[in-house]
């Protein structure tokens, strides 16, 4: 599994001592504003576990993020497979969750353009998705940063949420290969 080192963060594996602070980020209302609920810390424990095997088994995926220069573990920057039903899938997603006092920092913009790199160099992946609800502007902000652009027409209603639930419409945001690298 590769571990990502940019001027301010190490996207790593996650340890043991993440936990704690993961759970406490995912019980968050503010962290978690764009998602349907909190998390409890089972939820959250039973997160981690997952991501720590994808990690394992893909060689890449939501890895733990770090600032370099404390050591904080601040939450996740990195590449998943989503895993529900969608005309735009299967694909890879870039996405981030990070504790509230490490937003506004550009961390997720730096993370993601990280994930990026490695996606479509040592990953060898043709393009890169990104999704959110569509009152999440900050994190469509982070898209736009890292050079993605809105795909409206294939913007969708989230299988797992339902009718009339007030995050249920999302965007949908893309990246090629060749788009990153025409602007590298």
């Known amino acids: 599994m590769s571990e990502l080192i940019t001027d301010r963060l190490l996207l790593r594996q996650w340890k043991d001592s993440d936990y704690e602070p993961y759970a406490a980020l995912n019980a968050d209302p503010a962290v978690m504003e764009h998602f349907p609920n909190v998390m409890t810390r089972a939820e959250s424990d039973a997160m981690v576990d997952r991501v720590k095997a994808a990690l394992d088994e893909l060689g890449f995926g939501l890895w733990a993020v770090e600032v370099r220069e404390s050591g904080q573990f601040i939450g996740f920057i990195g ?3 989503p895993t529900f039903d969608a005309p735009f899938l299967p694909g890879v997603e870039v996405g981030w969750r990070l504790a ?5 920092k550009g961390y997720a913009t730096e993370g993601a353009r990280a994930a990026l790199a ?3 160099g040592e990953a060898g992946l043709d393009e890169v998705l990104s999704f959110t609800a569509t009152t999440n502007k900050p994190s469509q902000r982070v898209m736009e940063r890292i050079g993605m652009t809105h795909d409206e027409a294939g913007d969708f209603d ?20 060749a788009q990153w690298e ?3």
């Open 182 to 184: 025409a602007a590298q």
């Open 100 to 104: 509230k006092d490490a937003w506004g």
């Open 158 to 177: 989230h299988p797992r949420l339902p009718d009339g639930h007030r995050l249920q419409r999302h965007v949908l945001y893309r990246i090629t290969r």
């Open 79 to 81: 590449l998943s497979v």
């Open 118 to 120: 490695y996606g479509f």
